[in-house]
């Protein structure tokens, strides 16, 4: 990982999405700018009088902005509690963001949480962790999956819509009977495919995955991500896709946003993140990845751990553990900006060329 | 059938290993004839997908069977000496002294009442013959070399005052206590950050180099048994499918498991459309299939694998239990 930014082909050279081909990019399909979410996590009102404490808000995200185009895939990459979870369930409409706005499709997605917000809702649907707590084990598989389209009324027809769950069900590798059983005949990797479904079921633009392979094994994982880039190729699908996994980030991604602390630090195509990274966050990340490669083979680890986000450091949070970091740094927040070898960088040391 | 391993006589020896659990409906064979050796300071590798027996395989060494699991067959040895027959007394003493351990979750490893300074003391005045006060310097010490600052104020601490990274060296400090000669460490970065992950794994790999302590590292993370192992063993549906050198296993695997798995694994490098894919998933226990259990899954499958069961037979420099490999 020597990589030098100044030293790049123009071969690097963003390729942001699909967009960049015709010159003139068109409207992206999600559009962020500068959200942030803001959790109050405060003792209660008596403790908070007596022991004369104020209140403590964790800024779990704090100003992100990026766009999402149609059919490509954005993955964010980041460790436990720098956001990524957040933004995920900012962008459909589970947390309303503390300032910021969020735009799907030019729309702004705060009506989302109305009832106005139902044909926005049925455009984009979300893929959780863990598929043992996201499906309800009392329903039957064709009832899980028709969900949306009842609630939706899609089809009117009570037998249409059966028959629409289990071409859905056959749609991503189940059996179209499968509809009359219940979720816990079935293993991890079953369940996502009908988290899949369930997704699929609205007929969805747009799909947020929050980590949808994390609880899966190697093997069921490979079968699950092959399933979710045919669907995408298909059905035309845009995906944000979250992940502390940065190899299967690399497998699905078109393009990467790194985060740390509830920032985005470094926002890139994909071969610029994993051939060239510049914050040097990403070198870190990146750097730390077991790899198959590596037998026998000792490195350096860095030092230090994420910070506590209750009480982040000043300047750039990422200050503290940075070889690159000077006095600028413990001040001043760097913003995102256009980096020479391509994407955007938050990095003061990148921006005064010092590495 | 004892394996050899590189290095003179094996620190432990695993034969024929068969761990059950009786239920009211049958009898379920969890670990089914697992045989293998670690030499001393060596670090063995066990991957295999949940539910192919590599944890229980570990609790059965050290005598950590949730009841009603049992051995039901076969013999651990360690130093040449049974000890999967010893009465939990005696097995009670050999845990923590001669076999460490390591779990996913360091919070359940650490008792949350006592403070980190009293479980090493306590850890070590139970097993060696040391007094109160060279047990705190050793623990201190203990604590340094995990890479924990402030030692000597941190030991006062308690264990939710530690960070999830911070309690597995705690925890790895722990197992280190009374100089065991082995570790086996289940999961032991599972639940940790990449960036903390890389720490702990650095940090065990030095601490057994040092102390050459031999470790059993059980996990599903290839990745990391690719730093940090010098042998593998992949097990499927309760057996041991392939073993051998880490490097080979990995680049010129012989079961068509092992193949699979390799390939299904996405890569920081190579740029790939599709994985390679495996379909189907592991037979549960009561429905394993007659002849090698992987047979419906392989895509290189003949009349033999149906019904009669492979052992593992020397392959190259591994040992693959394929009947590819028999003609």
Known sequence: MSALPAGLSPSAAPASGPAAADGRAPAPLVDLTDVAKYFDVSAPWLNRVLERQGRRLLHAVDGVTFQIHAGETLALVGESGCGKSTIARLIVGLYAPTRGMIRFDGQDTSILRAAAGRTLRRRLQMIFQDPYASLNPRWTVGDIVAEPIRAHELIQDKAAVLDRAGELLSHVGLAAADREKYPHQFSGGQRQRISIARALASNPEFLVCDEPTSALDVSVQAQVLNLMKDLQRELKLTYLFISHNLAVVHHIADRVGVMYLGRIVELADKRTIFGAPQHPYTRMLLDAVPDLNMTGKSRTPVAGEVPNPLNPPSGCTFHPRCPHANERCKTEIPLLKQAPAGGEVACHAIEERRI | ?327
């Open chain 2, 1 to 327: 059938m004892a394996q050899t391993t590189p290095g003179g006589a094996p620190l432990l020896e695993v034969r024929n290993l068969k761990v059950e659990f009786p239920t009211r409906r049958g009898t379920l064979v969890a670990v089914d004839d697992v045989s293998f050796a670690i030499a001393p300071g060596e670090v063995l590798g066990v991957v295999g997908e949940s539910g192919a027996g590599k944890s229980l395989t570990g609790a059965a060494i050290i005598g950590l069977l949730e009841p009603p699991g049992r051995i039901a067959a076969g013999q651990v040895l360690l130093e040449g000496a049974r000890i999967d027959n010893l009465p939990p007394e005696a097995m009670r003493k050999i845990r923590g002294r001669k076999i460490g351990a390591i779990f996913q979750d360091p919070l359940t490893s650490l008792n949350p009442l006592y403070s980190v300074g009293r479980q090493l003391i306590e850890t070590m005045q139970t097993h060696l013959d040391i007094s109160a006060g060279a047990a705190k310097q050793r623990a201190i010490e203990l604590l340094q070399s995990t890479g924990i600052q402030a030692a000597q104020q941190r030991i006062e601490h308690y264990p939710h005052q530690f960070s999830g990274g911070m309690r597995q060296r705690v925890v790895i400090a722990l197992a280190l206590a009374a100089e065991p000669k082995l570790i086996i460490a289940d999961e032991p970065t599972t639940a940790l950050d990449v960036s903390i992950q890389a720490q702990i794994i650095a940090l065990l790999k030095k601490l057994c180099r040092e102390h050459r302590t031999a470790v059993m590292l059980v996990t599903h993370d290839m990745g990391v048994i690719a730093e940090t192992a010098d042998r593998v063993a992949v097990m499927y549906a309760g057996r041991i499918v392939e073993i051998g050198p880490v490097a080979d296993v990995i680049h010129r695997p012989e079961h068509p498991y092992t193949v699979g798995l390799m390939g299904s694994i996405p890569s920081l490098v190579t740029e790939t459309e599709r994985l390679a894919q495996i379909d189907g998933a592991m037979p549960r226990l009561n429905a394993i299939p007659a002849g090698c259990a992987f047979n419906p899954r392989c895509t290189r499958v003949f009349e033999r694998c149906r019904s009669e069961r492979p052992n593992l037979i020397p392959v190259n420099t591994t040992q693959a239990a394929c009947w590819l490999h028999a003609r």
